[in-house]
């Protein structure tokens, strides 16, 4: 069983920063996952930010045009599967709920369809 578990949501004021934390536990025939995050404002699409290939340790990717150039994606090095998300220079657009995410594949894609499992989600909201 493929657990995805998010935390670090909550309420920001714009111009901060904030980091979102993903800890995954795999089970234990599979353990070279796509860990992706994304996220969802209200009546819009769900929509990828970024995402760690696991089987290369080294290829993070960033989809949305919107976070470029303000998001940062690591592991943490005491935890294998402990995905760290950093967002800076917040705006109000940046509200919704962020979820983290898993592929079996193992391969990273923009597209909510590729991962298997998801993660609940947390809240971040920007207030001007």
């Known amino acids: 069983q493929v657990q995805v578990a998010e935390s670090g949501g909550g309420l920001v004021q714009a111009g901060e920063s904030l980091s979102l934390s993903c800890t995954v536990s795999?089970?234990?025939?599979?353990?070279?996952?796509?860990v992706g995050w994304f996220r969802q404002a209200p009546g819009k699409e769900r929509e990828g930010i970024s995402c760690l290939d696991y089987r290369s340790s080294r290829t993070t990717m960033t989809y949305a045009g919107s976070v470029k150039g303000r998001v940062a994606l690591s592991r943490d090095n005491s935890a294998k599967y402990t995905l760290l998300l950093r967002m800076s220079s917040l705006t109000p657009e940046d509200t919704g709920m962020y979820y983290c995410?898993?592929?079996?594949?193992?391969?990273?894609?923009?597209?909510?369809?590729?991962?298997?499992?998801w993660g609940q989600g947390t809240q971040v909201t920007v207030s001007t």
């Open positions: 995410a898993a592929a079996r594949s193992g391969y990273c894609s923009p597209s909510p369809n590729s991962y298997e499992y």
């Open positions: 795999f089970d234990s025939k599979f353990d070279d996952y796509g």
